[in-house]
């Protein structure tokens, strides 16, 4: 269990106390009060990965917030379908199933979560910024009502 430990994190191995042993039958997870709730069996819990994009999830929405806020509000309007005026909007967060917004309306003045998807499963950092750079692409065209040349 030392050898073990020291390789995945590149230090001593705590004290024999320190460290325990856990035997995952359930978890309960629950994203946020507005969710519903689920059991996660210990199978499934201790088979799952994690999202690809976890350590740049940070980067991209600071990112996307200073220099693409204007695709932002885009997202709003063509994506989650927002008649309200939008007064504010930014991103949350990011993984490879989409993104979340908060979202401040005018009138009626409200402040709103938003998830919008993903059109494909992103594979990494680089994926994900082409994914909402596509996706800013395609809702100007969409608000200008480019019309979209068809190859022949």
Not at 10 to 18: I, T
Not at 99 to 113: A, G, K, N, W, Y
Not at 114 to 120: A, G, Q, T, V
Request: glycine share 4%; hydrophobic share 40%; with cysteine.
């Amino acid at each position: 269990l030392d050898t073990v430990w020291e390789r995945r994190f590149g230090e001593d191995c705590p004290e024999e106390h320190d460290l325990f042993t856990m035997n995952v039958e359930e978890v309960f997870q629950c994203q946020d009060l507005s969710e519903e709730e689920v059991w996660v069996s210990g199978v499934d819990y201790t088979g799952a990965t994690s999202d690809p994009l976890k350590d740049y999830a940070p980067r991209i929405v600071e990112d996307m917030n200073k220099k693409n806020w204007e695709d932002i509000l885009r997202f709003c309007r063509v994506y989650a379908h927002l008649e309200a005026e939008v007064e504010q909007a930014s991103l949350t967060w990011v993984d490879r199933l989409g993104f979340d917004m908060r979202v401040l309306t005018r009138s009626p003045p409200r402040i709103m979560e938003i998830r919008i998807p993903f059109e494909r499963e992103a594979l990494d950092e680089r994926d994900a910024r082409s994914l909402l750079t596509m996706m800013g692409q395609v809702a100007w065209e969409k608000e200008r009502k480019v019309a979209i040349p068809v190859a022949k």
